[in-house]
């Protein structure tokens, strides 16, 4: 297996344009999870699914983003009308569906919002 | 609440030196695990180790060892006789027992070895 891939790799957009970024999960895992990660911090979990299902969402992800996993399979990870604060790096992680098992992560997408 | 501590922001290192990274952790949780990732400049988080709240036997894996000590609430790293390659950001992370399994992040540290 070739573990967690994400595409694309980098985003370059205007403030108040769309953009959608893909995750494509280790293919046994049961669950995917989409974090943030800003210019020198950690990580912040976004929300995760276990299969197609939307389990959690946190408070950092308002009303302009939305995630989908449509067939438990890939997830999509939408921002509508971008914000430079969106700026970031969107990494996407996937694990077997046990609680705490390790999280795989994939190379992320750098968005960068002008 | 959940948090985790890394206070170091950077250290710099020569190459063959001992360095050790600290993380420390705050959690109501009696069962709960620990992880290190490795950010290097790719921007890829590598896998380095997963420990749980009841095993803490200290690890060691090849230059790496890990320190866990629940007394102090700490799970320290050691990279011994430390490469260039080693060069990276480190995160030590947590996550409590229940069903969600989402990482709590410290902000880092990060290591420079140099030749």
């Known amino acids: 297996d070739t573990g967690v891939s994400q595409d694309p790799r980098h985003k370059i957009t205007k403030r108040g344009q769309n953009v959608t970024f893909r995750c494509d999960p280790i293919?046994?895992?049961?669950?995917l999870y989409w974090y943030r990660q800003t210019l020198g911090q950690g990580p912040e979990f976004l929300t995760y699914f276990q299969n197609e299902a939307q389990l959690e969402k946190s408070r950092l992800l308002s009303d302009r983003f939305s995630a989908e996993r449509p067939k438990g399979s890939f997830s999509t990870l939408e921002i509508q009308r971008t914000e430079q604060g969106d700026s970031a790096m969107y990494l996407c992680?996937?694990?077997?569906?046990?609680?705490?098992?390790?999280?795989?992560f994939g190379p992320g997408t750098r968005l960068l919002v002008l | 609440a959940q948090k985790v501590t890394q206070a170091q922001t950077e250290i710099s290192v020569v190459e063959k030196e001992d360095v050790t990274l600290d993380c420390v952790y705050e959690t109501r949780d009696t069962t709960y695990y620990l992880f290190w990732y490795k950010q290097p400049p790719s921007g890829e988080l590598v896998f380095l180790i997963r420990?749980?709240?009841?095993?803490?036997q200290n690890e060691i894996s090849g230059r790496y060892s890990w320190n866990f000590q629940k007394s102090t609430s700490s799970f320290n790293f050691t990279i011994t006789a430390s490469q260039v390659v080693d060069s990276a950001v480190y995160f030590c992370a947590l996550s409590d027992g229940g069903s969600q399994g989402n990482l709590i992040f410290g902000k880092g540290t990060k290591l420079s070895v140099k030749p």
């Open positions: 293919s046994e895992h049961n669950r």
């Open positions: 420990r749980n709240s009841f095993d803490e």
């Open positions: 992680a996937s694990s077997f569906v046990t609680s705490a098992e390790t999280q795989y």
